[in-house]
């Protein structure tokens, strides 16, 4: 299953611009290092990061943009966190006239 969900937030720029759309897949995609994925996480919602590290079940996210929060801050997270892996990014940002 995929789903069209809008970035909100800087912390993923330049490759993921405030109020672009991406492209997620919900199901059966496998977890590499370096991909994008969007995670369910317990004190900040729904988060786009990129994974950086995993060892022992726990899975280790950062943001992309040195401003953004980074794997302290979002600390470690499990398989039944991710909601999906991010497959395609639109960069079509929404503007307001």
């Known amino acids: 299953m995929i789903k069209i969900l809008q970035i909100s937030g800087l912390s993923m720029q330049p490759l993921y611009p405030d109020k672009s759309f991406i492209i997620i897949?919900?199901?059966?995609f496998k977890?590499?290092?370096?991909?994008?994925y969007v995670i369910k996480h317990p004190v900040y919602g729904f988060i786009i990061k990129r994974l950086?590290?995993?060892?022992s079940g726990k899975y280790w996210f950062s943001s992309?943009?040195?401003l953004g929060m980074d794997q302290t801050c979002i600390g470690p997270q499990f398989?039944?966190?991710?909601v999906g892996k991010v497959?395609?990014?639109?960069?079509i940002p929404i503007f307001k006239r």
């Open 25 to 28: 897949l919900k199901r059966f």
């Open 31 to 36: 977890i590499k290092i370096g991909n994008i």
């Open 52 to 55: 950086i590290e995993f060892d």
């Open 64 to 66: 992309n943009n040195k």
């Open 79 to 82: 398989k039944s966190d991710l």
């Open 87 to 91: 497959i395609l990014n639109l960069k």
